[in-house]
């Protein structure tokens, strides 16, 4: 079994709209809602590939109901600790012509005893599960160290980790040396103050995080070329050219697919390709995390992997 770590759900909501004004009032064509949070897509898209996963992180008040009943739903098996803060909800304004417009509330604060408890489960299902999946971003301060318990917990179960976050979480996470990393770029600017302009400064990024004990690296640009790294190599990765119709979740897929690779005892380069391959797969359709193995898999021979060393 996978566990997914989601600390910072949500409602996602998508309103089809002819085209939206500003001051206007606008009758909705459709709503459509799906639940979403990074870790849930990654074990949204581990499901598709026939992988068994359990979801957990923080859900409160109605829409966290709300939320469990829509990952029953999907048959998403989940074990949630209940906080009695309103899970968020995010909206999503989508036009005729394609144009998003997204709005996304604020996340509420924590009670520290659910942080225990969270703790808690997660040092308890390390002992059932094959991989631990931190991904997503923290609600807040009393919740940014619970990607570094998480990590601990699978060490000490011997078990693999992986660790895609920014920000606190991603500092606090780092220090307990999670098996495999895959921030963006961006998110890693944001949080390091650190620009990653160059291929040459990728390399010297990734080689830090090798040496300190980190075994896997991958670093992601959107659609601009990945790249990864472990102790015997590293790889430039170009993805396979597909039209994009919505890249959310892609990296999400990615993990998804990494992850499936090393549960088949792939080498890492096999993983990363078929991970691109499951981001490609995932950014060509509108529904997230929700590509078949057969759609992956045919991708996965598009994927470019070059040796940088």
């Known amino acids: 079994m996978i566990t997914t770590v989601t600390l910072n759900p949500m409602l996602d909501k998508t309103v089809h709209v002819g085209s939206l004004g500003k001051g206007k009032i606008h009758r909705a064509l459709k709503l459509e809602m799906v639940v979403g949070g990074k870790g849930i897509n990654v074990a949204r898209q581990l499901n598709r590939f026939g992988i068994k996963t359990l979801a957990t992180g923080f859900l409160g008040g109605e829409i966290g109901s709300m939320i469990m009943r829509l990952l029953d739903s999907e048959g998403i098996d989940h074990d949630f600790v209940e906080t009695g803060v309103m899970t968020r909800e995010g909206m999503t304004y989508l036009e005729s012509d394609g144009t998003s417009t997204a709005v996304f509330e604020p996340a509420g604060r924590i009670p520290v005893h659910c942080v225990h408890h969270l703790n808690k489960k997660l040092a308890e299902l390390s002992t059932k599960s094959t991989w631990i999946v931190c991904s997503g971003s923290s609600p ?40 495999l990393i895959k921030p963006n770029r961006h998110e890693y600017q944001q949080t390091f103050g650190r620009s990653l302009t160059t291929e040459s400064k990728v390399q010297k990024t990734m080689d830090e995080w090798l040496e300190a004990g980190i075994k896997y690296v991958v670093i992601t640009d959107g659609a601009n070329p990945a790249y990864a790294a472990s102790s015997d190599d590293q790889w430039k990765i170009e993805g396979p050219p597909v039209t994009s119709t919505n890249p959310v979740g892609s990296g999400d897929a990615m993990i998804a697919g990494i992850v499936y690779g090393f549960e088949q005892g792939w080498t890492f380069d096999r993983c990363v390709a078929f991970g691109t391959a499951a981001g490609a797969a995932n950014a060509r359709k509108w529904e997230v995390a929700q590509s078949t193995f057969d759609e992956v898999s045919g991708l996965e021979d598009q994927v470019k992997i070059t040796k940088i060393l």
């Open 140 to 179: 807040g301060l009393e919740a940014d160290n619970v990607y570094y318990e998480a990590i601990l917990s699978a060490h000490k179960a011997g078990i693999r980790s992986v660790l895609d976050s920014y920000g606190e979480a991603l500092k606090f996470g780092l220090r307990a040396l999670p098996t």
